[in-house]
């Protein structure tokens, strides 16, 4: 049902100029990686201090407000440069799990991000059961880490 959409991205202008450049493909998942790397840590920032394991002296809507810059900023990175390479091999991803397995997570991760995590981290310290931010905390980081797993997985696949 979806196949015929995923081959006519490919055939786009932006998925025919990546597809037959030499170069644009790696540069374009370099700048995605280098994203990858900026989301992980906002998100490594706010959830190490959800599960009490950094960043203690800082209160938890501080390290919120300070972490969702970088955290909005990589993300909309992330999905510019994906969708650029998603266009030039979107018939290989149709077909490809991991791909399906990053797009649920991703998904996931971002629906759970900004609203379950969001709402708990700007409650802030003693407003939310020590319990519940580290519960959070680990949903948030299962999540990312599907993400991530799911992009590598994309690399290794045929």
């Given at each position: ?5 995923f081959q006519w991205f490919e055939t786009t ?41 950094g960043l203690r002296r800082q209160p938890i809507p ?97």
């Open positions: 049902m979806l196949l015929p959409y202008t932006i998925g025919t100029a990546i597809k037959n450049s030499s170069w644009a493909f790696a540069v374009i998942e370099s700048v995605h990686l280098l994203a990858l790397a900026v989301i992980g840590g906002a998100v490594l920032m706010l959830d190490l201090r959800l599960l009490g394991l501080e390290v919120a407000r300070e972490a969702q810059p970088w955290l909005v900023g990589s993300l909309i990175v992330m999905l510019i440069t994906g969708f650029a390479l998603f266009s030039s091999e979107a018939t290989k991803c149709y077909y490809s799990t991991p791909f399906w397995v990053k797009m649920t997570s991703l998904a996931l991760a971002m629906a759970f991000t900004f609203t379950v995590r969001r709402r708990v981290s700007f409650e802030g310290d003693g407003r939310v059961r020590p319990i519940v931010l580290r519960l959070v905390a680990l949903v948030s980081l299962t999540l990312w880490f599907g993400v991530g797993a799911g992009g590598r997985w994309i690399g290794f696949s045929g």
